[in-house]
């Protein structure tokens, strides 16, 4: 028996947070966080568990899908990831600025909201703010007079695109200023929010008092402006990073949430209860994401959330360990280029439309929100790489995703209709989809009504009719929001369905099928010490192996790679690799060519054959190396790689690097840094303003970020 059930958009809010709200297999209401009583037995969690369920605007905000941040200020002029709060703030020194290009761009891509960093770490603005003068109004740009938020929230309605602001609460220009309000140690009072200035009346005439110090009145003052003079807000972003704190200056969270929710009432707040980060920067994703998490106090109340990095977060054993259940989406972030922040269009790696593709797929097709970084340049544009990128992107998500093979297909009438207010119980434990003719897919995409059902499938299958038996083409795990299936191709006409473990009986909205057009792999390589260099197809990370296939081979076959060591852009008409070559120091770029069509470009810069280095010296605290590179070489710049990896914890940050030629006689020959390698644990590479030669080198580290250590295997001489 097929049940089915209606649900009416104009009540979903009220269902949502209704006491009464109750699902037809259980007379316990839906809410948004469900307490754990004592005594409560392991059937009873997990009944509490499948009724726990979004709200409105959490809701609204998976609906967004694939959205854009902007990490924009003083850092794009200095090259720095982290500010110190003590710039001039004529270093921002925009000239032209061009939100509508920004939107236009990822409008292209697939995006429906753009997050901006109105105010970074170092507390400089990018608003016309009443309560600073740390900002844009004390730069050159359009005579102290623009307004980035202004523009961007223009161009945000012009474009359709929603608006969201990333507002640090670390601020470290309040911090090291003499007058600074942070830390300050000023007593808590009764105050009004916001605080008149004259000559700046707002229009909004909403007025709140609360018992707060200085740096909470500013934070709430700067909040008032944001979240009244830029049009509707639909995310409020908390940076949990802190440079440097000073004076104990806490934060009352309780007076943020009760302004947040009365001048932004849909939007939803990260960092906090609403929606959490994912647990890394590099566009990670847990095979199994469950929504529905576990707290230990009720976050409803809470005011500090600490981040999430557990590998498994839902699952039945951490369920019973739970004080409190609640929704909590996470926000799968990661920056499309090498840093949050613009450095430069010569060494800083952009994401190729592979990478940006595969993280969608995972992201959004993993019960997750992808939040992907687009730094403008010093220009106030995207530069043309990262323009490209998000636009194939964009291009393959429509292309994959716009088409539904099911089209036509007879089965759940209540799965294949295309509305999100519709859904099947899953008593049966299967179904089954029959097309009118075989068709070719690789991609199924499957949602639960998690409005009104939680997120209840546990494991699932997909099967395909094939040669007159059932094949598994698919097997994962939970769906919630939505999970996408990939899959090696198939062609069939007649696809099953299988629950294998579920918490009650889930309900499913939606069941869809796709083709992803195979293409040119993304390449990678790898060079031992000898020089060796092997160019491969990069892997896709797939959270599932049902058959131990790599899908990236499977749906790629028959390519061909070309590459080139001068820097220029290979070509069919460039050497073509087909076993491992030697390289010494070079610029390696290489092309994968499939049916005439080119993939995306990868590149590196290889140092020095390391084969005849000797470590002359390893002392210190901490180890510097002493390198003899065998002859006189001349030098151009250094590259360092951090041991990244789940143990990783910051790396070398800051080194000196010296020069002689008979290992008695040194020559500094600059200071380099390297900044924010915890988040950001890439390949960092710097190019000394002179050429050196010498036979020997020392490299001497002067700053750690918490553990690190050099090796020949992480430091290459370019």
């Not at 909590?328 to 922040?341: D, K, L, P, V």
């Not at 990128?389 to 799965?415: M, N, Q």
Request: proline fraction near 5%; charged fraction near 25%.
């Amino acid at each position: 028996i097929k049940h089915m059930k209606k649900i009416y958009s104009f009540l979903v809010g009220t269902m949502l947070l209704s006491a009464c709200s109750q699902t037809q297999e259980s007379s316990m209401p839906i809410q948004n966080t469900i307490k754990i009583e004592e005594g409560d037995t392991k059937e009873l969690i997990i009944e509490k568990a499948a009724h726990v369920v979004p709200t409105p605007n959490q809701l609204a905000a998976l609906q967004n899908e694939f959205i854009a941040f902007i990490h924009f200020g003083p850092n794009t002029f200095t090259r720095m990831e982290w500010g110190n709060g003590m710039e001039d703030p004529k270093v921002f020194d925009l000239k032209e600025l061009d939100t509508d290009q920004w939107c236009e761009a990822m409008k292209a891509a697939g995006m429906k909201m753009v997050i901006i960093t109105v105010k970074h770490h170092d507390g400089f603005v990018l608003w016309q703010s009443r309560y600073t003068k740390h900002g844009i109004m004390s730069s050159n740009f359009r005579d102290g007079k623009g307004d980035v938020l202004k523009d961007l929230s223009a161009s945000c309605q012009k474009y359709g695109l929603k608006l969201g602001v990333y507002l640090s609460p670390a601020d470290l220009f309040q911090i090291e200023s003499p007058d600074g309000l942070y830390g300050n140690l000023s007593e808590y009072t009764k105050r009004t929010i916001p605080r008149e200035v004259p000559g700046r009346p707002f229009a909004n005439q909403t007025k709140f008092e609360f018992v707060v110090d200085d740096y909470n009145e500013y934070f709430l003052n700067q909040l008032f402006e944001i979240l009244t003079e830029y049009g509707p807000i639909h995310e409020v972003w908390f940076d949990g990073a802190h440079p440097k704190r000073k004076g104990g200056q806490t934060y009352n969270y309780p007076a943020w949430k009760e302004l947040i929710h009365k001048l932004a009432p849909n939007a939803v707040i990260f960092g906090r209860e609403d929606v959490r980060w994912c647990g890394n920067e590099a566009g990670g994703t847990r095979p199994t994401e469950w929504n529905v998490i576990t707290y230990q106090a009720d976050p409803d109340t809470m005011t500090q959330f600490a981040d999430m990095t557990d590998p498994v977060l839902g699952d039945r054993e951490k369920l019973y360990q739970a004080k409190y259940l609640h929704y909590q989406q996470a926000e799968t972030n990661t920056s499309i280029r090498e840093g949050w922040f613009y450095r430069d269009d010569t060494h800083q790696k952009v994401r190729s439309a592979d990478d940006v593709f595969d993280i969608y797929e995972r992201a959004v097709g993993g019960n997750s929100t992808f939040l992907l970084n687009i730094p403008p340049n010093r220009d106030g544009k995207f530069s043309p790489a990262d323009v490209e990128s998000l636009k194939e992107a964009g291009k393959r998500i429509r292309e994959t995703y716009g088409t539904d093979l099911l089209a036509g297909a007879k089965g759940p009438k209540e799965v294949l209709d295309g509305k999100n207010d519709t859904y099947l119980l899953m008593k049966e434990k299967e179904f089954t989809v029959t097309m009118p003719s075989p068709v070719t897919l690789n991609r199924i995409m499957l949602q639960e009504a998690i409005a009104t059902h939680s997120e209840r499938v546990e494991k699932h299958a997909v099967d395909a009719w094939i040669d007159g038996a059932w094949k598994e083409i698919a097997v994962s795990t939970n769906i919630g929001y939505k999970r996408i299936l990939r899959f090696p191709e198939v062609t069939t006409d007649k696809l099953r369905f299988r629950l294998l473990e579920s918490r009650l009986t889930p309900a499913i909205s939606h069941v869809s099928a796709h083709y992803y057009t195979a293409r040119p792999p993304q390449l990678s390589f790898s060079r031992d010490m000898n020089g060796v260099v092997k160019i491969e197809p990069k892997m896709q990370e797939f959270g599932w192996k049902p058959h131990g296939e790599n899908a990236a081979s499977n749906l790629n076959v028959g390519y061909k790679i070309y590459y080139t060591t001068d820097g220029t852009e290979p070509s069919e008409t460039s050497t073509e690799y087909k076993e491992p070559v030697v390289l010494d120091r070079c610029e390696l770029k290489a092309v994968a060519v499939l049916h005439g069509e080119k993939g995306a470009v990868s590149s590196e810069r290889l140092g020095l054959i390391k084969k005849d280095w000797k470590l002359s010296e390893v002392k210190g605290n901490p180890l510097y190396l002493t390198i003899d590179l065998g002859k006189s070489q001349e030098l151009s710049g250094l590259a360092y790689a951090p041991q990244a990896g789940k143990n990783f914890k910051g790396g070398v940050t800051k080194v000196v690097v010296k020069v002689s030629d008979d290992g008695q006689q040194w020559k500094t020959v600059e200071s380099v840094e390297f900044g924010n390698l915890v988040n950001d644990p890439t390949k960092r590479f710097h190019y000394f303003k002179n050429t050196v030669a010498a036979r020997y080198v020392r490299i001497e580290p002067t700053v750690m970020a918490q553990e690190g250590k050099l090796t020949l295997g992480n430091i290459d001489l370019l």
